[in-house]
Antibody, heavy 121, light 113 residues
Framework: EVRLVESGGGLVQPGGSLRLSCAAS????????MSWVRQAPGKGLEWVSV????????YYEDSVKGRFTVSRDDSKNTLYLQMNSLRVEDTAIYYC??????????????WGRGTTVTVAS | DIVMTQSPDSLAVSLGERATINCKSS????????????LTWFQQKPGQPPKLLIY???TRDSGVPDRFSGSGSGTDFTLTISSLQAEDVAVYYC?????????FGPGTKVDLK
């Protein structure tokens, strides 16, 4: 069974940092591109970032560019999202998402249950 | 950025009746060398993560009931639930993965009438 389990969310003050993790199992992690998608309270879905297999290529949504860094450790089957200079508007559930292929342009096919990030003073 | 719009914002349908959701992209998401539309449909029930329903605009994911179907090409797409069941009450999102950033539609809420 394919599983994605996020962790690392919590309450942080504006300007602070958090590192999210996503533990993957049930598939060949190293062969799949992976994404982060977020959902603010009561709002729709917002794509945040993607990392392809091999980790040599990453893309970001404009509002997080320069503040967030996506990475992966294929030896640990784990995806990360380092979030710095957090803003109130980054408050959301962050979902780890598996893509169905090795490049960024494949459909997303499996979602984790998400981890909640709250940015507030 | 490609802007995704959905209509209607919400709809209420009787059990067994048809529900139709439209999704429109501000530019084509059809890639001719691969003959594919880079358009995906997701279903999100309250308190749950989104679930993949339809990919490449019209391919049903494994295990998705055949009452769900996707159609369209280029900039105009439709998700149809042919006979609404109680468990289909959810918000439905379309997403384009043709151009970065991979944008989502605002969602369409489907309720029972």
């Amino acid at each position: 069974e394919v599983r994605l389990v996020e962790s690392g969310g919590g309450l942080v003050q504006p300007g602070g940092s958090l590192r999210l993790s996503c533990a993957a199992s049930g598939f060949t992690f190293s062969s799949c591109a992976m994404s982060w998608v977020r959902q603010a309270p009561g709002k729709g879905l917002e794509w945040v970032s993607v990392i392809v297999d091999g980790a040599d290529t990453t893309y970001y949504e404009d509002s997080v560019k320069g503040r967030f860094t996506v990475s992966r450790d294929d030896s640990k089957n784990t995806l990360y999202l380092q979030m710095n200079s957090l803003r109130v508007e980054d408050t959301a559930i962050y979902y780890c998402v598996k893509l169905s292929g090795n490049t960024a342009y494949y459909p997303a096919d499996v979602w984790g249950r998400g981890t909640t990030v709250t940015v507030a003073s | 950025d490609i802007v995704m719009t959905q209509s209607p914002d919400s709809l209420a349908v009787s059990l067994g009746e048809r529900a139709t959701i439209n999704c429109k992209s501000s530019q084509s998401v059809f890639y001719s060398p691969y003959n594919k539309n880079y358009l995906t449909w997701f279903q999100q029930k309250p308190g749950q993560p989104p679930k993949l329903l339809i990919y490449w605009a019209s391919t049903r994911d494994s295990g998705v009931p055949d009452r769900f179907s996707g159609s369209g090409s280029g900039t105009d797409f439709t998700l149809t639930i042919s006979s609404l069941q109680a468990e289909d009450v959810a918000v439905y999102y379309c997403q384009q993965h043709f151009n970065i950033p991979f944008t989502f539609g605002p969602g369409t809420k489907v309720d029972l009438k």
